[in-house]
């Protein structure tokens, strides 16, 4: 069964301090790999996927498979990036059909 | 463009009553999906589309909940008799590949 677990439901930092939402998963084949934001009063929206590897808005997450981990990372947060941050699994062709994890909210102070 | 559009935003209704739940997604994507979050938990799969057909329901939690797509375009999810824990968001999204969310129905049952 696959599974995605986000250790932390709270996460706080000061502006400009980095931060590392962790997400890990369980998969027995070849995941696709997603981070999700929900900023508030707006809808679920994709922020980055592994297979892009790319950064957006200055976030990257790096897929570690010796470690299943997919760790979302900005070296220096800003108060706009306050919002809930969701890790999430695809195991096959369908992009849409998603496992998620509980989701960490972030919180970054001025 | 218009985004995926959900109906209504928010539904209070009593236990026993009946409530359908509409998603109209971004047009000429074949894919749509319906999730759930309940409180405290993390967003659930419920179901996927592809087109009118029903490619995998295999996240629906009983015979309680109907989905529907006639025609391929909007999708209406219906709940027959409301019980209280159906309470919580249930999130439509549809995809070609990427997948995009709507805004999300608050579903409270009292």
């Known amino acids: 069964a696959q599974r995605v677990t986000q250790p932390e439901k709270l996460l706080s930092v000061f502006k400009g301090a980095p931060v590392e939402l962790k997400c890990n998963y369980s998969y027995s084949g070849s995941p696709e790999l997603f981070w999700y934001v929900q900023y508030s009063r707006q809808r679920l929206q994709l922020l980055l996927r592994h297979i892009s590897r790319e950064s957006i808005k200055g976030f990257t997450a790096d897929l570690n498979k010796g470690e299943t981990s997919f760790h979302l990372k900005k070296p220096f947060a800003q108060e706009e990036d306050s919002a809930m941050y969701y890790c999430?699994?695809?195991?096959?062709?369908?992009?849409?059909?998603?496992?998620f994890g509980q989701g960490t909210i972030l919180t970054v102070h001025p | 463009e218009a985004g995926v559009t959900q109906f209504p935003s928010h539904s209070v209704i009593e236990k026993g009553q009946t409530v359908t739940l509409r998603c109209d997604p971004i047009s000429g994507h074949d894919n749509l999906y319906w999730y759930r979050r309940v409180m405290g938990k993390e967003i659930k799969f419920l179901l996927h589309?592809?087109?009118?057909?029903?490619?995998?329901e295999s996240g629906m939690p009983n015979n309680r909940f109907l989905a529907e797509r006639t025609g391929g375009t909007y999708s209406t999810l219906k709940v027959q008799p409301a019980e209280l824990e159906d309470s919580g968001v249930y999130f439509c999204?549809?995809?070609?590949?990427?997948?995009?969310f709507g805004q999300g129905t608050r579903l409270t049952v009292v």
């Open positions: 999430a699994l695809s195991g096959g062709t369908s992009y849409g059909k998603l496992t």
């Open positions: 589309f592809v087109k009118e057909s029903k490619q995998d």
């Open positions: 999204a549809s995809s070609q590949v990427e997948a995009f």
